[in-house]
């Protein structure tokens, strides 16, 4: 599945900062607009793989 996010990114005095539009909580920062993206990537991917993890705990009743 190849799902888009939208990555809202600006400057801030001397570091990059942003977050992820669709998924609350997600947000990070970077001294660079790469390192920024990076960050963004590992977080959102974390964030994903916890509401799946809880969305499956849920079906089951493993909560």
């Known amino acids: 599945m190849d799902t888009r996010y939208t ?13 992820v539009e669709e998924i609350p909580g ?7 607009r790469e ?5 963004l990537r590992s977080a ?11 969305a499956l705990a849920g079906m089951t009743g493993d909560r």
């Not at 990555?7 to 977050?19: F, P, T, Y």
């Not at 390192?35 to 960050?39: A, H, K, S, T």
């Open 26 to 32: 997600v947000n990070s920062q970077g001294a660079t």
């Open 44 to 54: 959102l991917e974390e964030a994903l793989e916890m509401n799946r993890a809880d």
């Open 7 to 19: 990555a809202v990114i600006q400057k801030n005095g001397k570091w990059w900062i942003g977050w």
């Open 35 to 39: 390192e920024l993206m990076e960050n």
